[in-house]
């Protein structure tokens, strides 16, 4: 086939096996800092459902089977396995069936993720407002002064 055609796109483009090696090393670097944060946007997510609160919340009371929830989320069951699947997904709650009936608990550690990402930044907001407070203080003391 001729360089450029349909079955060879990059055929006719010369690379640079430095560059090669560098956006390797990027697209690496890359996908694992998206991986860093898949966890905290799975919990997120789970929380942004007021369905999924009203489960958590009947959660914190003790284990619950599907019918239970379904009744404390005001949802179908059709709609409750779709809310129940997010939970599991964001290793909010774990399930266990027993004949017929699927009882449903919240894991521990199930916020984790999502608790750790929002100190860090909450940390960062108070430091930098404490400085910015200091900031404004001084500069009410100088022009006081003046």
């Not at 959660?59 to 179908?76: D, I, K, N, T, Y």
């Not at 930098?128 to 003046?146: N, V, W």
């Amino acid at each position: 086939m001729r360089p450029g055609s349909q079955a060879e796109p990059y055929a006719g483009i010369r690379t640079n096996a430095r560059v090669g090696a560098l956006s390797v090393a990027v697209e690496f670097a890359i996908v694992r800092h998206m991986a860093k944060y898949v966890r905290v946007r799975r919990e997120a997510a789970a929380l942004a459902s007021e369905s999924r609160l009203r489960m958590i919340d009947r959660l914190q009371q003790g284990p619950a089977s599907s019918s239970e929830l379904a009744r404390s989320a005001s949802v179908g069951l059709p709609a409750l396995q779709k809310h129940l699947d997010v939970l599991r997904e964001a290793r909010m709650i774990t399930s266990t069936k027993s004949g017929r009936v699927v009882t449903h608990r919240l894991r521990p550690g199930g916020l984790d993720a999502l608790t750790a990402w929002i100190e860090t930044r909450r940390i960062f907001w108070q430091h930098s407002f404490a400085a910015m407070g200091a900031a404004l203080a001084a500069d009410d003391d100088r022009s006081r002064e003046s």
